[in-house]
């Protein structure tokens, strides 16, 4: 079935330190890819987006993400983490017809002082 | 564009009551998603407006629920005969015909069934 799956339900992380939170996909051809953040009791807010070309994207926040399509990953990383950073993180995927999104179960962020 | 909205933010039932929540979309998207998110789980997908026609429904979506877009503008959802098992947050998201997949969330509206 095409999914995405996130790995790690939970990381802890130090204010400053870098960060990569995983993400694998099953997908027979090259998917779109996104990642949201969302903050405690909040909707989702869309980080950034892979659709083709570059594999490297840039989104909001100082946040960007790899495709790496050997390893069939989609990670986010961000080099210094702030503590406003703290928040679930979601991989998302197509999830079949009409443009409709799949989810992966989302990490938890903490970020200690 | 203020994004997409969403209202009542937090709604608390009793079991058997009825209850609706609405959406306003990005005015100028055309596709609107209802996702329900529960305790510790990505959000999934319920159903799928493009303009005023209703062309998704998941499985997930009991007959109990029923949704709306009658102008093709904004959405109401609603849940009758709530459950326990209801509860959860209705997040409405909605995307352009020309980036379908970049989809724009609500804030969501937080259900209680008590």
């Known amino acids: 079935a095409q999914s995405v799956t996130q790995p790690d339900i939970h990381i802890t992380v130090s204010e400053g330190a870098s960060l990569e939170l995983r993400c694998n996909y099953s997908?027979?051809?090259?998917?779109?890819l996104f990642w949201y953040v969302q903050s405690p009791g909040q909707g989702l807010q869309l980080l950034l987006k892979?659709?083709?070309?570059?594999?490297l994207v840039q989104g909001i926040k100082g946040f960007e993400a790899e495709f790496k399509r050997s390893q069939s990953s989609f990670n986010l990383r961000k080099p210094s983490v702030h503590w406003s950073d703290a928040a679930e993180y979601f991989c998302?995927?197509?999830?079949?017809?009409?443009?409709?999104?799949?989810f992966g179960k989302g990490t938890l962020l903490t970020v200690n002082p | 564009d203020t994004g997409v909205s969403q209202d009542p933010r937090h709604k608390i039932t009793k079991r058997g009551q009825n209850v609706t929540f609405r959406c306003d979309p990005i005015?100028?998207?055309?596709?609107l998603y209802w996702y329900r998110q529960t305790l510790g789980q990505g959000p999934e997908f319920l159903t799928y407006f493009q303009n005023e026609a209703q062309l998704e429904k998941s499985r997930l979506l009991s007959d109990r629920f029923s949704a709306e877009r009658p102008k093709g503008s904004f959405s109401t959802l609603e849940i009758q005969r709530t459950e326990q098992g209801d509860s959860a947050m209705y997040l409405c998201a909605s995307s352009s015909a020309g980036s379908s997949y970049e989809q724009y969330f609500g804030p969501g509206t937080r259900l209680t069934v008590t």
């Open positions: 998302a995927g197509p999830g079949g017809s009409n443009y409709k999104l799949t």
């Open positions: 892979y659709f083709s070309g570059d594999t």
């Open positions: 997908y027979g051809a090259t998917p779109y």
């Open positions: 005015s100028e998207h055309n596709r």
